[in-house]
């Protein structure tokens, strides 16, 4: 998928799915919300109040209030591509968030997936 596609993508039709990766490998909601928080520096009302606008990707990443430093840790494949190595910053995040999802997934200690 282009990438102006995916920047315009809303945010609160892509974290649905977030949520449903996590949760057929028995995670929760919760733990999505907290490695999203973790990433964007949102707070869980902030998030909460963001699903319900049309916020695409590109908005709910530039309306931030703080990315996390140790987001830099996240390394790894994402569908085939090395988190690390994407040179677009604003499609780095979006990638970021998906490991961290993926790590919850994949049943990862919260710890780790935090950098902790």
């Given at each position: 998928m282009?990438?102006?596609?995916?920047y315009?993508m809303?945010f609160?039709?892509?974290?649905?799915l977030l949520v449903?990766?996590?949760e057929?490998?028995?995670?929760?909601?919760?733990e999505?919300?907290?490695v999203t928080?973790?990433l964007t520096?949102?707070q869980?009302?902030?998030?909460?109040r963001l699903?319900?606008?049309?916020?695409?990707?590109?908005?709910?990443?530039?309306?931030?209030?703080?990315?996390?430093?140790?987001a830099e840790?996240i390394k790894?494949?994402?569908?085939g591509v090395?988190?690390?190595?994407?040179?677009?910053p604003?499609m780095?995040q979006?990638?970021?968030?998906?490991?961290?999802?993926?790590?919850l997934?994949k049943?990862k200690?919260?710890?780790?997936?935090?950098?902790?």
């Amino acid at each position: 998928m282009a990438p102006e596609k995916v920047y315009a993508m809303p945010f609160a039709k892509v974290y649905p799915l977030l949520v449903q990766k996590a949760e057929r490998k028995g995670r929760t909601r919760e733990e999505v919300d907290t490695v999203t928080c973790w990433l964007t520096g949102y707070q869980p009302a902030d998030l909460e109040r963001l699903l319900s606008t049309d916020a695409d990707y590109r908005a709910f990443f530039a309306g931030a209030p703080r990315r996390n430093p140790n987001a830099e840790k996240i390394k790894g494949s994402i569908c085939g591509v090395r988190v690390e190595e994407i040179a677009d910053p604003l499609m780095r995040q979006i990638r970021q968030l998906d490991k961290l999802v993926d790590e919850l997934a994949k049943r990862k200690p919260m710890e780790k997936i935090l950098r902790t």
